[in-house]
């Protein structure tokens, strides 16, 4: 059992130590463990040319144009049986290069996209997806920054989990913590969560239920503690990381929870049904945009009206 220890701060700073520690705890619990500094490694910013899902649903595989390390880390990321991932915080949340790696993730990572893909390609003979895509995984995720402006880090991280649909096992946040070193309590619970995405993989590769060992959020289903409040939708609560529709509602002792229609389950962005309808919804807008650019000289013209306008400026090389 391998466990992949993912860190995307400053080399030999905080968030190398404390995946290390989570590392250290992972190996005591019986684990292999490997180490990836992302500083080490050259990844491009995805451009949304989205040709990795028409290569995916062309049967040739998911395909990145961008010539860079991604595809050698992707292949980690695939190949571990669990992830722990140590992000900075960077104006409340994650940093822009942890945000790359979760754009770069895009359709071709979807779960959805890959199990309809896998489908097809096996229904007209060919080899379907790599299995390894389609494969449960538990991740952890540990945020440190240097205040308490931490507010929207573990919804940042935990959307890096949407996409492939693996399980968050911890989503750890250390405010105030420039100095985690010295922290006893913030050290023992990174520890702590390489024991945790252990015991996940032992269960994961048993065939049992892996379970969020996290602190409780506010959405019963996701974790999330953030909302959108809808007014189109009459002041609906809009759960940030699942996208359930509901209410939230302060219960007699002050508790607010955050309650929604049992159907919304077979929507939310986390489940295979969820998935399953904005595969639906991007196919069809997709296919309204091919017709677009194939026969309406309007679209046309309008998007040359733009392109003649001005050209970019670029620096002298």
Partial sequence: MKILGISYGTKNGNNDAMCKEALMGAKEAGAEVEFIQMQDLDIKHCTGCIACVKSLFSGRGNLCVLKDDFPWLLDKMLDADGIISTVPIFEKGSTGLFHTVTDRFGPRMDRGNNIIADKMSREHGGPGVDPRILKEKPVSYIAIGGSDWATRVQNDCAMQALTPK?????????????????????????????????????????????????????????????????PEQNYAAVCDLCGMVGELVKDENGKVTFVFPEEQLGHAHDTIPGKFIHADDIQRNEGKLAEMQKSNPEFKARKEKYKAFIEGTKPER
């Avoid at 911890?170 to 922290?183: E, H, P, T």
């Avoid at 993989?201 to 065939?207: F, L, Q, V």
């Fill in 166 to 230: 693996w399980t968050v096992i911890d989503n750890l946040v250390f405010g105030w913590s420039k100095g985690i070193v010295m922290n006893d309590d913030a050290i023992a619970k990174c520890h702590q969560a390489g024991i945790n995405i252990v015991e996940a993989a032992k269960a994961n590769a048993e065939g049992k239920e892996m379970k969020y060992m996290g602190e409780e959020g506010v959405c019963p289903h996701c974790h999330s503690k953030e909302f959108y409040i809808d």
